[in-house]
């Protein structure tokens, strides 16, 4: 196993990883357990590891993408909704992010990956694994929503 | 773009991740890793085990190891606050009812959302429903139902409760249940992470021969709990308050929630 590999990756992209999540689920006892899953498949994943770092980022948010569609599915089924999280609702929250979190989900990972990250539409078309013009309409749809919110918050 | 390009930077790069989190998260990898490494072995040393027992001693009887079903599996940590935590996970059922009963599809629960008797539930979906003398109500509401092909594949109901019971003691507001059927693609089971100060009890029902999770989340003034139970394929939780004026000592209160565990029956 190559854990040192593992932890020099770990330590160096999981930042990345995590504001990415973030950014989708907007809460952190979540982005705390995509992420916790996202890092254990690569731990078991040895062909990943000895990619270069851009490589294996892209990897990652793969995989972190996929991870939060899972969620979406056991959110639909969970009966405790509102027990989790209790402590991080006291968090002050930035408007953009209160922006983000009255637009559609659909539509925050690739404004994310856009705008924070720099990827390109092509890229971001890779890594979610969606065509480039469901990307286009993604980002068009989504950032005229979120400049609505952000105006709206900022009255 | 510039804009919006630099709002995501300066708030984004205002969320930080402390190293107590990282240790953390990096320890639950190689723990988890670890314990599937080992869970491999001993899967492994235990079929092994047992193939040569059914060989030198033929069928084992094993009536005297019986035991009940533990259909939740939880652990318990301490937060980065230094706070207890537990979190917990259920098996997934998947229940067997009458997949073309005439329930119509739901997908919002709303106050409009169709009510019907317990009994005639039972019998459409060719189920049994746990009842209790706490909930008195024979009514519960349909929340939610999805159908795959005509199927049904998922369907959740409430208690129709809100009435005080046994003498303002016990009241029961918001329980629920439900269930997945094989048509259901999604995962299923409860997931509870008592995040904070919530404080988790697991009891072990006899009538239901099943352990049940009870989770405290009283605030200020009231005694307030979530039960989760998973009976014979079908997940509920029971949200309850108890009387503080009239229940005061934590023995009565623990009498009264498990009472009101004990009198869950068909």
Redesign the interface.
Known sequence: METSRF?EV??SL??DV??LV??YVLNI?DT?DI??KT??KL??NKKILKLSDIEIKKWLFRVSINETK?LK??L?????EG??????KTKES????NALSKIKKEYRIP??LY??E?YKVSEIAKIMKKSESNIKVRLHRG?EL??TEWRDLNE | MSKISDEFKKEFNQIEVDNSTLDKIENNIYHKYNSYKRRKKIVVTVVSLFLVAIVSTGIVYADDIKNYVRTFKFKEYIKDNGKKGVYGKSECFKKVINYDAPLDEVDTETDYNKNYKIKDIEDMLNIKILKSKYLETEEIKQLKTYKINNKISYTMFSYNTGKNNNNNIIRSRMSKFYFVTKYSSGECGIEFNSSGSLKATEYYVKNLDTNAYIFNFSKGFSWDYIIFVIYDGINYSFVISINPIKVNTDELQEYYLHDFLESLHY
Do not use: C
Not at chain 1, 76 to 80: L, M
Not at chain 1, 83 to 88: A, K
């Open positions: 932890d770990y330590k999981f930042k995590f504001r973030y950014s006892s705390e992420l916790q890092f254990y731990y078991k899972d599915k056991l639909k089924y969970r009966i405790h027990l989790d999280n209790i402590e991080y930035v408007s953009l992010i404004l994310y705008y924070y720099g950032r979120l400049k």
